[in-house]
């Protein structure tokens, strides 16, 4: 088991670029979490995957977000035409099964900051 | 639908107790307990099933009332490491992955 792995730790962009985040899940889990968490926050729900598939995502996620899973292994969230407001920890969590009786493993995220 | 937890914040002497309570609107499946320490992902503690029973780590433990729709964190004769801001996790049963809501948080220190 070597973790949920993200990259890259850190980003700073300018506003109106776009950016890409990768999340490495731990091996065996078919269910992939994205979060955004602020500071002094918990961490907010932005999108989910089972496999390949994304079965959900949150209606306070704008356009301008998109998240993939191809083969149902690594997946990338990249964010379009970044905004001030986006800066955030990006959170990347991982289960083997769904949240009703899984716990959610956590990477150690990508600090994204847009100036 | 955020669970609430409560208190917002605590400052505990190495070897006290102290309770975090989590508090939701909704009928609740099962609860999540994580701790997360400053720049680092929020580790997972405990995981309580409705019907369930109290569990425990270490000198951590939980409880999850159902009828109430709360759950409470149990930390006795606590220590440095132990310092950290403590989330709630909420599953309404749905089992997908928008039902699923993190608590507001509680920040716990503890000095020596």
């Known amino acids: 088991d070597t973790g949920v792995s993200q990259n890259p730790r850190h980003k700073i962009t300018k506003r109106g670029q776009n950016v890409t985040f990768r999340c490495d899940p731990i091996?065996?889990?078919?269910?992939l979490y994205w979060y955004r968490q602020t500071l002094g926050q918990g961490p907010e729900f932005l999108t989910y995957?089972?496999?390949?598939?994304?079965?959900?995502k949150s209606r306070l996620l704008s356009d301008r977000f998109s998240a993939e899973r191809p083969k149902g292994s690594f997946s990338t969230l990249e964010i379009q035409r970044t905004e001030q407001g986006d800066s955030a920890m990006y959170l990347c969590?991982?289960?083997?099964?769904?949240?009703?009786?899984?716990?959610?493993?956590f990477g150690n995220g990508t600090r994204l900051t847009v100036t | 639908q955020q669970p609430v937890q409560s208190p917002q914040a605590v400052i505990l002497r190495e070897g006290e107790d102290a309770v975090i309570n989590c508090s939701s609107s909704?009928?609740?499946?099962?609860v999540h307990w994580y701790r997360q320490k400053h720049g680092e992902a929020p580790v997972f503690l405990m995981i309580?099933?409705?019907?369930?029973e109290q569990k425990g780590h270490e000198k951590i433990s939980a409880s999850f009332n159902e009828k109430k729709q709360q759950s409470s964190l149990y930390l006795t004769a606590s220590q440095l490491s132990y310092s950290g801001t403590y989330f709630c996790?909420?599953?309404?049963?749905?089992?997908?992955?928008?039902?699923?809501?993190f608590g507001t948080g509680t920040s716990l220190t503890v000095i020596p």
């Open positions: 969590a991982s289960s083997l099964l769904g949240t009703a009786n899984s716990p959610l493993h």
């Open positions: 091996s065996e889990h078919n269910r």
């Open positions: 995957f089972q496999n390949e598939a994304q079965l959900e």
């Open positions: 909704k009928a609740l499946y099962s």
């Open positions: 309580l099933l409705k019907g369930g």
């Open positions: 996790g909420t599953d309404t049963g749905q089992n997908t992955g928008n039902q699923f809501y």
